[in-house]
Each structure stands twice: as C-alpha cells, then as structure tokens.
Nanobody, 122 residues
Framework: QVQLVESGGGLVQPGGSLRLSCAASGFTLDDYAIGWFRQAPGKEREGVSCIRSSDGSTYYADSVKGRFTISRDNAKNTLYLRMSSLKPEDTAVYYC???????????????WGQGTQVTVSS
C-alpha cells in the first residue's frame, strides 16, 4: 500500500539548517506530484513546496523562497526538503503528501505521511 514516512526533523537554532526526508513505498515517486506542507499549533495547514512529476518543476511558498529547496531521488524513491536560514516562524509539523499534480489546497492531496516536528528556537 502507499506509505510515506517523514524524518529529519528536530530542534535547531535560528539561522540553522535541516534536511527533511520523505521515503515513499507502494508507488513510484516520480509518477506523482509530491508536496511538503506544514502545520503550526492553532494554524491552518499550509503548502510549503511541491515538485511536479512531468518535468520536475518546483513551487515554493513566498515565505520560504530562497531558503528551502525541494528535491527527489528517484533511485531511492525519496523526497527531500532542504531548509536553511531557519526562523522561529518555521516551527511546525512538516508533512509530505501525494497528488496527481501540484495543488495549493492540501485537501487535493490523497496520501500523507505522519509528519515530523521542526522546532526553531534558541
């Protein structure tokens, strides 16, 4: 069955970096669009980034442009999110999710991982 497992979260100081991973099984990663979302306590889930299957085009929320980089390793069937220059407002649970194409609306995504906590604090 389709399974997504995120890892790589943790506690990091402002200005630091982390790399999140999303290991996929039960399907081929590059046949689908894969997005990263995040949800902070008391806030709506928001899209962070997405990579399209057809041509590898990438999309980023304005709040993370220039700081986050999405990529995938098809051989490992794994998606990554490299996060740098982290800010306290990046603190959230980060999720990866699968859809037929990149959508801004998280409700359009069919499968989700369990999430990984990222905390940016001094």
């Amino acid at each position: 069955q389709v399974q997504l497992v995120e890892s790589g979260g943790g506690l990091v100081q402002p200005g630091g970096s982390l790399r999140l991973s999303c290991a996929a099984s039960g399907f081929t990663l590059d046949d689908y669009a894969i997005g990263w979302f995040r949800q902070a306590p008391g806030k709506e889930r928001e899209g962070v980034s997405c990579i399209r299957s057809s041509d590898g085009s990438t999309y980023y929320a304005d709040s993370v442009k220039g700081r986050f980089t999405i990529s995938r390793d098809n051989a490992k069937n794994t998606l990554y999110l490299r996060m740098s220059s982290l800010k306290p407002e990046d603190t959230a649970v980060y999720y990866c999710a699968v859809a037929g194409k990149c959508y801004s609306d998280y409700l359009m995504y069919d499968y989700w991982g369990q999430g990984t906590q990222v905390t940016v604090s001094s």
